[in-house]
């Protein structure tokens, strides 16, 4: 079932996933060593690119791998769907909580390569990294994709989600060349909350995926 929230949802989360407190502190390592101080625009846009075609490469990985396990679980797939809903939505209100998810990932400083494979390495390492420091989002996303069953529902979140990761990434990396070191400055102060904000998001992914579960007519 791929419908609207299957499509924004995955999107927004990884928007949610770059912009939060631990995701966002792994740009700066980011951008000095593998761009430089001195980076042209031409180099930061090609740098973003490459590491966005880390994340979409990694992640679409995962992306077919729950669509395989979704298939072992379908005869489940409508009890599923309530679990899924009251797991979301217990992830929002942790958030909201402001309870802290470590990860092993948060001190990763990047690939020893400064060429494209080093950004396509890292957009990988980057991708996982942040994915762990922020699992509850994560985990949603994953049990969204799984829900939607078939490769194609499965793939296409994955895909969507790292391009969510990837796009503000791009974005970013042009910011530094343009030098709009104040404008960065800004997004960095604004992501505790916009971190919150993603709890609220997740509550109410949750809220849909139940009434969806009752709309269907599948209670007993």
């Known amino acids: 079932m791929v419908d609207i929230v299957s499509i924004m949802y995955p999107f ?12 966002y502190a792994l740009i700066p390592g ?7 101080s001195d980076v ?20 679409s990985i995962l992306g077919i ?28 209100v942790l958030i909201l909580g402001g309870f802290s998810f470590p990860s092993s990932f948060l001190k990763f ?17 980057y991708g996982l990294g942040a994915a762990g420091c922020t699992a509850p989002v994560f985990f949603s ?13 499965g793939l296409l979140t994955f895909v969507l ?3 969510g990761v990837g796009i503000p990434l791009i974005i970013t990396s042009i910011l530094v060349a343009t030098a709009k070191r104040p404008l960065l400055l ?20 949750g809220i849909y995926l139940i009434y969806t579960y009752m709309a269907s007519g599948m209670v007993a």
Do not use: E, W
């Open 12 to 23: 927004t989360a990884g928007i949610f996933v770059l912009l939060s407190p631990c995701g």
């Open 30 to 36: 980011y951008i000095s060593y593998h761009l430089g």
């Open 40 to 59: 042209s625009f031409s180099r930061a846009l090609q740098g973003g690119i490459i590491s966005t075609v880390g994340l979409v490469a990694v992640f």
């Open 65 to 92: 791998a729950s669509s395989l396990i979704s298939g072992l679980i379908r005869p489940y797939l409508t009890l599923l769907t309530v679990f899924s809903g009251i797991v979301v939505m217990i992830l929002g």
């Open 109 to 125: 400083s990047g690939s020893s390569k400064r060429g494209m494979m080093g950004f396509f390495i890292f957009g990988i390492a």
């Open 141 to 153: 996303v994953i049990l969204i994709g799984m829900l939607d069953g078939g490769v194609f529902g």
């Open 161 to 163: 989600y790292a391009l």
């Open 186 to 205: 800004k997004i960095n102060n604004i992501t505790p909350r916009l971190y919150k904000f993603s709890g609220i998001v997740l509550i109410l992914v």
